[in-house]
């Protein structure tokens, strides 16, 4: 059986720096969670914008159609 034996003077490491020491996975890693919490913010922000041109391009149909329509005539000669 083997046995460590610690010098008498040593600093603990913490578990979160033994990630970058033994080498860990990068998916263990804090950088790498923001690094994915930052893609889903700019994923939301991207919905809410392509959202809010959909509702201005409906918009701008809606006001078009109605012009287009107020623009006719009913007695048959455009």
Known sequence: MNEIK?????AEIDENEMVYLN????????????FLNV??????VARIFSAGSS?????NVIV???QTL???K?????
């Not at 893609?39 to 939301?44: A, P, Q, W």
Request: aromatic share 12%; proline share 3%; charged share 10%.
């Open 23 to 34: 080498g860990g996975s990068i998916t263990d890693t804090e950088a790498w969670k923001i």
């Open 55 to 59: 509702i201005v391009n409906n918009v």
């Open 70 to 72: 107020n623009g006719f």
């Open 39 to 44: 893609g889903t913010l700019f994923n939301y």
């Open 6 to 10: 610690m010098p008498a003077a040593f």
């Open 64 to 66: 078009t159609t109605i």
């Open 74 to 78: 009913l007695t048959g000669k455009n």
